[in-house]
């Protein structure tokens, strides 16, 4: 008998091989969720604060149980339609930066710039990566950017496949660079600020101490960025994404880096520098950010000599890619709609400051980092967040002799680090799939950083409480 023979007589007589577990789709999970939720809401009492009158921030003594309001599976699914109108603003911002930057892609000026910059750095391409990380990150500081992070992905797409590297590093060199200056931000008037005002701290006190730790931080992630980033451009095979993946942006041959290419990229910096400035005083948000990048593209593609049929066409087709990313903000904020209208939030934050009464300052510190931690996914909003938690935590401060500073650490760290990891957060499953990237593949990529970064807060909080901040 044949060897050949042999194989295919041993593969029919021998036991099938399991099959590995494959993580479901991502809107598959989503939806898992969302139904997840709507059962847990017919397990957990009902419960709700009182706010004060003419304010947003709750009385912590005013905490009762109310009749249960579950969640059926007709409002299950009817969440999903809420949550997209709940997120309306980002999903408009995402099809529309998406169509805008398809037509500054084509006219060819990003890829030519990065073709230029990879010449004079001879080779030395990876320095893009700190360089670019520091600025996002000041940038997430100040708190001028955090959501709108999203204009900014294309390009680090572009530069990413450009370098022959992988779309985790394109997304993540703008994504986690903003979110390190978010999370150890000292000054970032949504989420910092208003914890401190809640708490009854002068605003921006203790900021130098953060500042350090958001040194820390940023420093962790460019070190873990810059080691996956090599690794895959030595070895794409490395790549937590395989070598058969799809791109969110198209390359283009570059033709040398002409005059209208330098007029396009300089018109670029310019528009985001006065959307920076537009941010910090005039207070603009997602409206204004969308009105500049549309001003942009058009500019873009009359410089770049493109038609307007032609723009008309780069446009949709870039609302196109944007759909899977769009449509999925949608779902991720269903959930949180869901565990709002089965009134359990409130529930959950009451039954876990219970035993902190009976806890020393190092564990009641570590406890509600770890809360925090954990509640983010319920309440992924870090405004919203703090304006739930702090009224109630503050004042369990004096109780246990722990130092308000510490209170808003804890909250601001717990709260920022989960970002990056809880499928509640529609700018977190935008942002992935923008850049096709799936979300277990994320998982798999961010977990170890986020333990590094979970650590570096941790003992944060513990020096905080030793020193009083």
């Not at 101490?209 to 080691?227: E, K, N």
């Not at 992924?380 to 209170?407: E, W, Y």
Request: glycine residues 8%; aromatic residues 14%; charged residues 15%.
């Amino acid at each position: 008998m044949s060897e050949a023979a042999k194989k295919i007589i041993k593969n029919e007589n021998s036991p099938e091989v399991k099959k590995k577990f494959k993580m479901p789709d991502t809107y598959v999970l989503l939806l898992f969720f969302i139904l997840g939720s709507a059962l847990l809401t017919y397990i957990m009492p009902a419960g709700t604060y009182e706010f004060f009158k003419d304010t947003k921030n709750i009385d912590p003594n005013s905490f009762h149980f109310i009749d249960r309001t579950p969640v059926n599976l007709f409002y299950a699914f009817q969440s999903i339609s809420e949550g997209m109108i709940k997120s309306a603003s980002i999903i408009f911002t995402v099809f529309l930066v998406s169509g805008a930057f398809k037509i500054i892609n084509d006219t060819g000026s990003i890829d030519s710039g990065i073709d230029y910059l990879a010449k004079v750095l001879k080779g030395k391409v990876l320095v893009l990566i700190p360089i670019i990380m520091i600025v996002m990150s000041i940038l997430g500081y100040l708190g001028i950017i955090v959501n709108q992070t999203i204009v900014f992905i294309p390009i680090g797409l572009l530069i990413a496949r450009k370098l022959k590297m992988d779309p985790i590093v394109g997304l993540s060199m703008m994504y986690l660079a903003t979110y390190a200056g978010f999370i150890g931000s000292g000054m970032d008037p949504f989420t910092i600020v208003i914890a401190q005002k809640i708490a009854g701290l002068p605003i921006l006190s203790a900021i130098v101490y953060r500042t350090v730790v958001y040194a820390f931080l940023l420093g962790a992630a460019i070190l873990y960025l810059m080691s996956y980033a090599k690794k895959v451009m030595d070895n794409p095979e490395l790549s937590i994404m395989g070598t058969d993946y799809e791109w969110a942006v198209e390359e283009h041959s570059s033709y040398g880096f002409s005059t209208r290419h330098k007029v396009i990229l300089a018109a670029v910096f310019l528009t985001f520098s006065y959307y920076v400035y537009g941010a910090q005083a005039k207070e603009w948000g997602m409206n204004e950010l969308n009105t500049v990048v549309l001003m942009l593209a058009v500019f873009s593609g009359l410089v770049g000599r493109m038609s307007f049929e032609k723009m008309s066409k780069s446009f949709v087709d870039g609302c196109k890619m944007a759909v899977f990313s769009a449509i999925l903000i949608g779902f991720a904020t269903a959930i949180s709609v869901v565990l709002t209208n089965g009134n359990i939030i409130h529930t959950i934050i009451y039954y876990a400051s219970l035993p902190l009464k009976s806890m020393s300052t190092y564990a009641s510190a570590i406890f509600i980092f770890a809360f925090n931690w954990v509640f983010n996914f319920f309440v992924p909003s870090g405004s919203g967040q703090a304006a739930v938690v702090m009224p109630i935590l503050a004042p369990l401060g004096d109780v246990i002799g722990l130092s308000k500073q510490v209170i808003v650490s804890a909250y601001k760290y717990g709260d920022g680090i989960t970002n990056l990891i809880i499928p509640t957060s529609g700018t977190l499953m935008g942002f992935i799939g923008l850049a096709k990237i799936s979300y277990d593949k994320w998982l798999k990529f961010i977990f170890p950083l986020i333990w590094i970064w979970t650590g570096i807060a941790a003992a944060a909080v513990i020096v905080g409480v030793m020193i009083g901040h």
